[in-house]
């Protein structure tokens, strides 16, 4: 069945359909239809929704539930993600699986109610404290965010670890057709660790403190090795016109979408582009964007994001200094049109 659906509301639906069976939140644009769709729905299919006192109510509700067994998810936008942080880290810390949307609004501080992608570093590099990691989805389209909300409840429980779902706010409040599988059963998926209160069984906890330091190091090394099975696996990207390309764009998200149509342009006046556009912010497409500085025939990168540069990190230590990386970005809720990205890439070849 194909439906015309708001990208907040799109996510929400397809996280009922994925099993999600708990849900907390705080209103926050551009996220709140999400958290009102939640409200309409989930209940009616016996599952918890509760709007939080706070975001820092929501992630630790989330902790809870999560703890218990429950597929759960929380979502905002910008301020109200930096306030979930430490409860993220607890999360990682406990081993708890658990779906995190943040719709990105335009900041630092206050900011303003636009689209921006300037929290790409907090979602990747963890913006809470310690050694951990969230695996970071980032869909381009409404239709992929429906795909990759459950995808995301899958990875959570099949690595026991946070997921977070990184749009923005062109994507939560722009409508487009999705068509969902009807056919799809949620993975039924056996947690003995979870935290039932049943009797006449051996004692669980789920637990993020280890006071002894040996027994604190062994759990990241642990935690370490969770992780680099997640690098070997679970890397999408998607790569588009680049057999032949000479200079490759690398962008993400909704301005992903843009920069291909600026491709599309170039490729008709005849310049031989490409695009390398990650799914999964982390784990980072390292190797395909390797790959691609090892070959003679690209000269460089530009790098295109709605903020001032934070990706460009992550693609500036993946191409190893073979070739160089070029940024053009805009912030504070601007999007660069295809006509800019246009200009630009013509700039670099004056």
Known sequence: MKLLMKGNEAIAEAALRAGCECFFGYPITPQTELLQYMAKKL??????????????????????????GKRVMTSSSGPGISLKQEGISYLAGAQLPCVIVNI???????????????????????????????IVLAPSSVQEA?????????????YRNPVMILGDGMLGQMMEVVEFDENYQPQKVEKPWAVTGERNREKRVTNSLYIVPEELEKHNFKLKEKYEKIKESEVMVEEYLTDDAKAIFVSFGMCARIVKSAVNKL???????????????????????????SKNEVEFFVDVEMNLGQMIEDVKLSVEGKKTVHFYG?????????????????????
């Open 146 to 158: 429906v795909e990759l909300t459950i995808k995301a409840f899958d990875l959570a429980d099949k």
């Open 330 to 350: 805009r912030t504070g809720g601007m999007v660069p049109t295809i006509q800019e990205i246009m200009d630009f890439y013509y700039s670099l070849k004056e």
């Open 104 to 134: 990105m609004r335009g900041g630092p501080g206050l900011g303003n109610i636009n689209a921006a992608q300037s929290d790409y570093l907090q979602a990747t590099k963890g913006g809470g404290h310690g050694d951990y990691k969230v």
């Open 43 to 68: 209940l009616k299919s016996g599952g918890v929704f509760i709007q939080a006192e706070s975001e820092v109510g929501a992630i630790n509700m989330a902790y809870g539930a999560s703890s218990c």
């Open 267 to 293: 490729r008709q006046a005849g310049e031989k582009v490409g695009l390398v556009r990650p799914i999964t912010l982390w784990p980072f497409p390292e190797n395909e964007l390797k790959s691609y500085a």
